[in-house]
């Protein structure tokens, strides 16, 4: 994943962070492939450390969502 650090700027309509939820003010990180914004390096860097590790394991098969085999 890569980000860009913007300071300095500002959004067009209040937004929240994509983690904490925190009112994004001047300066925040922006995901580029997903377009996230993130209120500082912490935050985002949680966000990259939780989809990693996430993506690790493999679906279950569809029965054991629905109970049926």
């Given at each position: 994943?890569?980000?860009?650090?913007?300071?300095?700027?500002?959004?067009?309509?209040?937004?929240?962070?994509?983690?904490?939820?925190?009112v994004?003010?001047?300066?925040?990180?922006?995901?580029?492939?997903?377009?996230?914004?993130?209120?500082?390096?912490?935050?985002?860097?949680?966000?990259?450390?939780?989809?990693v590790?996430?993506?690790?394991?493999?679906?279950?098969?569809?029965?054991?969502?629905?109970?049926?085999?």
């Amino acid at each position: 994943m890569r980000c860009v650090i913007v300071n300095g700027a500002k959004l067009k309509a209040q937004t929240c962070c994509a983690r904490c939820g925190r009112v994004i003010s001047d300066s925040y990180i922006r995901e580029i492939g997903s377009r996230r914004i993130y209120c500082d390096f912490h935050c985002y860097s949680v966000a990259l450390e939780i989809s990693v590790l996430t993506r690790g394991y493999p679906l279950p098969a569809l029965g054991a969502w629905t109970g049926r085999s």
